[in-house]
């Protein structure tokens, strides 16, 4: 299916090169988009991680630190 842009208020099919930058741009959209997510995903697992390290007495890592207590 043909993608369109709007050009002086004429609909106007993309070119194959206008094509070929929409899907490069779209699975970087996707991979900065998974890259949020795996961050979001670190810091709690890291915050989990290190609350339980405190409450044993085991030594913390640098990343359950920062997640713990926002030193960034």
């Known amino acids: 299916?043909?993608?369109h842009k709007i050009v002086n208020g004429e609909k106007i099919n993309l070119t194959a090169e206008e094509e070929t930058a929409r899907d490069a741009e779209e699975a970087q959209a996707a991979i900065d988009k998974q890259a949020v997510i795996d961050a979001a995903?670190?810091?709690?697992?890291?915050?989990?991680?290190?609350?339980a390290?405190?409450?044993?007495?085991?030594?913390?890592?640098?990343?359950e630190i920062s997640a713990l207590f926002g030193d960034n």
């Open 1 to 3: 299916m043909a993608r």
């Open 41 to 51: 995903t670190a810091k709690a697992n890291n915050k989990t991680s290190g609350k």
């Open 53 to 63: 390290k405190l409450k044993s007495g085991d030594a913390l890592t640098d990343a």
